[in-house]
């Protein structure tokens, strides 16, 4: 059924040899995690579908979880990744798609050996379904931009090395056509990152202000107006990641709370037993749908199920937690701690019931909200028209704020 | 709790099967003969089953040497979520799937009957109220002395038009399927809900019946032909949400008010948005579930597949149930008025969906027989 | 807090005791229902709110369900009214507010002794939600109209001897302002009426295709291009109505399946039991927010829940069927008669499972949708800002179809 | 069944109690004054309280010969319809509900304690945990021996600032309800999930009480103590859900997002509308609750009163509790991520719905209580 497209003589098996030849070359158990993975980047088997010299092999995409279940079975899984999703998620495929030779030269490999830090400088007070109206100002001067403005809801940018970032150069014209792309240095002068504390107690996220902070005009990403096309690369690859691994029934929050049930026969009323059985069903059908998804994937036949994964995972987050707080009863009326701190990433499941309820709630609004997730389904799958716009061929400066 | 990964996708084949199946139906039975044929004298479209016996879809997962297809249960799925979407009258749920299945269970005895349900010469139906979950206890209501059955059995699937009927009975050495010629029963045709499945009353007075399976192979053949027929249901299932959730898109990008289309209307989109994504994750509980049940069924297979096959059949038609439901009550609730008019066929879909979501047991009653499986013990009364 | 309107005078007491001396003068055991309406209308008290000579006292409003209370306690409940609810309820209160003198004379007292049934050409198959999209056409010819098109959902054109009707008699200017009201005679040439079968089996409305209708320009209701204005009246009384007294606990269908839980305790189950709770508890409020309402009108403060009563109903009906459906199991698999029949009057409760259940589709459509319902609420009562519009300005004949 | 029918509309004098309520609030406790301070050490605020004690609302049910305000529940549910709206930091719910209906219950023993609570001098709180039923058993935590308490009563609703406890314990003559002064026990402040509501641990460790109420007695005024405070409960959750509705709608007015308001795409006015409908139930089913609660409490009141009160305060926990908390929920969805930072005070309203369904009972646990009264009988398990 699908042809082969190009570098597909790399397939799974030679792959496979490949990992195994490169293994028994760089015993994981004795190198240092980083000159393994920087090793591991020059032998092309970092991202197997980017092109060689760059990470990668050019083989075809889909079989990059065979490469790191392979890594995985021989002993190698590596560790401390957490700071790293925006870099490897969102930057390195952006980077690769728009960036010019020396942007790629520069970036790609120290993003991927964790070396380097990334977050993403998008989402704004004002402009946040509707990232397009973006009000982050850049003006170019000389060889360089000077921009200002603010961002928020910037997971990492405390740690972050460097950030990517989307700024209005020309206000003149529609919204999505004033847009530009750019790589910005966090130590930059004029960066200031502040935490933003959220409803749980704590910040995992902040707010940016940029001030008169000069970017180089060789750190932008594609040309001048054209960011709107670079964000999508980014923004497609924003979703909830669909593993290389099955997951098991009962692995998400869904386990927490049927564990509970087990546990205290005390809890147990017959209404709180059909509202966990009705969500371990649909809990249940979750995971099969993302487990049909990733089979797909691993044949490569992507699906639009990603954006309705991400939706039903927000919906379900919220319902089992709001009945976990119900269930513990008196339990629940209480809370772990309020303190303002940064998290100490404590795995979300561990967190107390309370924790889950209100950190769910940002399930349904970070990464595109439930109501533009349902937007993009009914027009992008199902192929409804869309609604008459009022904001598509106005200049930015004269719309609404 | 360990369970293993089940291959959810379409082969190749199968989607050849789909295009078909669904050909067939475009051609010989569109939703509109279908209306037009529910209120004549023969329900079941007989000639539409021969046509399906040309394609093989009456025997499916029957071996070759018996005029089967040598299939699995994952095709048969295939077949039932067309001719759901078909909303088709023929018996394939209870000819090709419940009683078929039961027949299978009970091994060679039954290879006569078998032969000629595969060929479309004959139809068969299992003697068990349509509404019967598969953990019910072994059926009573037919008692079996001197060879001799005699009771009544309310609300048979497909029993109208059948020329066997497979019969769960009780006598005095216990369990017992016997295989009993339909021209020795009364069968009563009952009005149905839904107009598009008949139902029957089936009256034994002293009919003779063969023996085909007793004791405990009578009983585990009644219930892998339950939960089988709970797999394929949810198949069915989902082809009358898809159709639903089709014919809906289709109206509301057409159907205009306002000055524009009604589809462009954020509120509707929404809805759609929500049924799409239910409709996909019903997708993958069904696929799961044919393929469990497959698996139930394969040589080798043992007590853990067919506790993962009773387990995905229950989760399918507590998820499922629902879906189907909703999708046809969105379809007549966004197509308005006309909707609600008899002329247009949405209606069967409706009584279709809301029938099989009590057919083989509520999803109320699928979640409790999960919570069993899966070890969430119900709370005290 | 309320100041006194004109007709003041008459206040609940002195109403009651003109019912008093109307019954003594005739006694309803002996008198003919008939009579005793032409009598009653004389009086001033079939409508007290209505003009003196046509039905009414100029009484406030709020004073009619003491009357209506006052003559049933003294013994007079009118019967068979069932065929005059469009009469009663939507076409006099707009022949009272645009009818000529004429008109009002002719029209008032026989529809209100129900000696004339009347029924309401409005909806037609292109314009249901959207009703000044209708496209009936009307021309002037002379000292009449011409009138052709087709009506749908006609409940009572079968029986009536009058309908209301709108029609489009200038398709030149936007669809609002275009339309004019008439009042049609059923048994004009060209009315010809046709069951509409529904999904229960059976046709309680109709079909109405006119075809070269003459209606005398005296018919007309309002200006000519005023019929939108006119059609406004009539569909405000267009609601769930609110009786005179109080529903009692269980009144609707929740009581019958509450009696078939109780009456059948092989049915129960615990997911069953919790569905019927939560449907019992949502009922009651139902119930209790119409009292509220019931309790507003009779002090003269109608409130914006009549829109949401007529939601509820809806939705409760529907969910409650289909609880009722799956209790019943297999009994639920089957239905009493498909017959293409007019049906006999039999009341709602008392049809079957699968009546309920079909039958109460039609109750979120007709009436209003309950879309449209929440499009009232959201923009009426919550002010929230319109959709941009893309049909107000657009002469009809120019809209998409 | 039969029911009286109680008055559901706001009288004169109630509308004058909100306004008045109201205007205090807003003057001296706006929502971001709250929020600033919950993290304080003393998150309840004594200051309003004596503010609320000038308007009357400290005594509300009281007789005015205790200094109380002569009215009725109908009017303190007002009261607390307007402090729910504020997310106000007072001990209404635990002082002036709880554990005045429990004093007063006990008769006239509880003057003293009851004229202190009226003049706002002193509070007091009912040594329960939050979230108990009304239907609950009789407590055994605390035991009583010789006229000395010992035992520990976990999350106490107002206990903190609380100078007096209303404890029910067991002792040689069965229940009894004690008045023991705060000073005698240990009470442990614990983190709330609702912010603005202080919840501790109390521990008697042989402290002294004095006997109010003693058997059926105490039994009576507990009970009566958790209906009324079920009913008024209600009627904050109905302050709370309000708020929510409001703020939303104001702020989908105003936020531009695609270069038009958010309100005014039909989605947002659907949910929207939704709500609004929801809240004009609750507002139905609260007033029928706080008015079966006065009755019951009108002299002359027999069983039948008390039985409708408790079903009326049943169902509203029942019904608005799912009210209060999809209002907030909803909310924060709404306003997207301004509504998921701790400097919007919105948190503190979904904090409160969450928990105020947790308090005196779960909706779940309602239901079943109400499916005792209105004989609908449970599934065998």
Redesign the interface.
């Known amino acids: 059924m699908t042809t082969a497209p190009a570098g597909a003589s790399l397939d799974a098996s030679a792959l496979r040899q490949r990992v195994a030849d490169f293994v028994a070359e760089h015993d994981p158990q004795t190198t240092d995690q980083h000159e393994f993975l920087a090793a591991r980047f020059d032998a092309g088997l970092a991202w197997v579908h980017f092109p060689e010299g760059e990470g990668g092999l050019g083989a075809p995409r889909a079989l990059q979880p065979v490469v790191d279940a392979e890594f995985e079975r021989l002993g190698f899984t590596p560790v401390g990744r957490e700071g790293l999703v925006i870099g490897l998620g969102m930057a390195a495929p952006t980077i690769l798609a728009f960036g010019t030779p020396e942007q790629r030269a520069r970036y790609l490999k120290p993003l991927y050996t964790g070396e380097e830090i990334w977050c993403q400088l998008f989402s704004e007070p004002g402009a946040g379904s509707d990232l397009a109206a973006l009000g982050t100002r850049a003006v170019r001067d000389g060889d360089a931009w000077t921009v200002s403005g603010q961002k928020v809801w910037t997971s990492l940018a405390h740690r972050a090395d460097f950030a990517i970032l989307v700024a209005r150069t020309d206000p003149d014209v529609p919204k999505h056509k004033g847009i530009t792309y750019f790589i910005c240095d966090m130590s930059a002068e004029g960066v200031d990152v502040r935490a933003l504390r959220q409803i749980t107690g704590e910040a995992e996220f902040n707010e940016v202000y940029l001030n008169d902070v000069r970017i180089p005009d060789s750190q932008r990403l594609g040309a001048a107006g054209e960011g709107w096309r670079v964000a999508q690369t980014t923004l497609m690859n924003e979703r909830v990641s669909i593993g290389g691994h099955p997951e098991p029934r009962e692995g998400g929050l869904i386990g927490v709370v049927s564990g509970i049930w087990r546990e205290r026969p005390e809890v147990r009323t017959p209404g709180l037993h059909d509202a966990l059985l009705r969500l371990w069903v649909e809990a249940e059908a979750a995971r099969l749908t993302k487990e049909r998804l990733r089979q797909q994937l691993a044949i490569g036949q992507p699906g639009p199920e990603g954006s309705a994964a991400k939706f039903s995972f927000s919906r379900l987050n919220q319902e089992i937690s709001g009945l976990e707080l119900e269930m513990l009863g008196g339990e629940g009326l209480t809370y772990d701690d309020w303190t303002f701190r940064r998290p100490e990433g404590v795995e979300f499941a561990k967190r107390s019931a309370g924790f889950h309820y209100l950190r769910s709630k940002g399930n349904s609004i970070e990464g595109g909200t439930s109501e533009i997730l349902r937007n993009i389904i009914a027009e992008r799958v199902l192929g409804l028209p869309s609604e008459p716009r009022v904001d598509k061929d106005v200049a930015w400066k004269d719309l609404p704020k | 709790?360990?369970?293993k990964?089940l291959?959810?996708?379409y082969s190749?084949v199968e989607e050849e099967l789909r295009a078909s199946v669904r050909s067939l139906l475009e051609d010989k039975s569109p939703p509109e003969s279908v209306l037009a044929r529910v209120?004549s004298d023969q329900v079941t479209d007989t000639a539409l089953w021969k046509e399906l016996a040309g394609i093989g879809v009456t025997g499916l997962p029957l071996p070759e040497e018996l005029g089967g297809a040598g299939a699995s249960l994952r095709e048969s799925a295939v077949a039932a979520e067309e001719l759901g979407r078909g909303v088709a009258p023929v018996p394939f749920l209870g000819s090709a799937v419940l009683a078929t299945a039961a027949l299978l269970e009970a091994g060679a005895q039954a290879d006569g009957e078998l032969g000629a349900l595969a060929s479309g010469e004959s139809t068969a139906a299992l003697a068990v109220?349509?509404?019967s979950a598969p953990g019910s206890a072994f059926p009573e209501a037919v008692r079996e002395q001197d060879g001799r059955l005699r009771g009544t059995v309310?609300?048979v699937v497909d029993a109208p038009a059948a020329d066997v009927l497979v019969v769960p009975a009780v006598g005095g050495q216990g369990p017992g399927l016997y295989a009993v010629p339909a021209a020795e029963a009364r069968v009563a045709t009952?009005?149905?809900?839904?107009?598009t499945r008949p139902?029957a009353d089936v009256s034994l007075e002293g009919a003779s019946g063969r023996l085909i399976a007793s004791g405990a192979d009578a009983e585990r053949a009644l219930r892998r032909a339950l939960v089988t027929g709970a797999a394929l249901l949810s198949a069915e299932q989902l082809g009358v949400a898809q159709w639903a959730l089709d014919a809906t898109?289709d109206y509301?990008?057409t159907r205009?008010?306002?000055?524009?289309?009604i589809?462009?209307?954020?509120?509707?989109?929404?809805r759609?948005?929500?049924l799409?994504?239910a409709v996909?994750?019903?997708?993958?509980?069904v696929?799961?579930a044919a393929s469990a049940a497959a698996a139930a069924g394969e040589p080798g297979a043992g007590a853990q597949e067919a506790a993962e096959a009773e387990l995905n059949a229950s989760?399918a038609q507590?998820?499922v149930s629902g879906v189907a439901?909703k999708a046809a009550?969105e379809a007549?609730?966004l197509h308005?008025?006309?909707?609600?008019?008899?002329?247009h066929p949405l209606?069967l879909y409706?009584?279709r969906a809301?029938?099989d979501?009590?057919?083989l047991g509520?999803a109320?009653?699928h979640?409790?027989a999960?919570?069993g499986m899966?070890?969430?013990?119900?709370?005290?009364?």
Chains 1, 3 share one sequence.
């Open positions: 709790m360990s369970e990964q291959d959810l996708l190749e209120e109220p349509f509404a309310g609300g009952v009005v149905s809900l839904d107009l139902l898109v509301t990008r205009t008010q306002f000055g524009r289309p589809g462009s209307f954020q509120a509707i989109k929404h759609l948005a929500d799409w994504i996909s994750q019903a997708r993958a509980v696929r799961s989760l507590a998820f439901v009550e007549v609730q308005g008025g006309i909707g609600f008019t008899w002329e209606h409706l009584k809301k029938s979501a009590i057919a509520t109320d009653r979640r409790l999960l919570a899966v070890d969430l013990p119900a709370a005290p009364a």
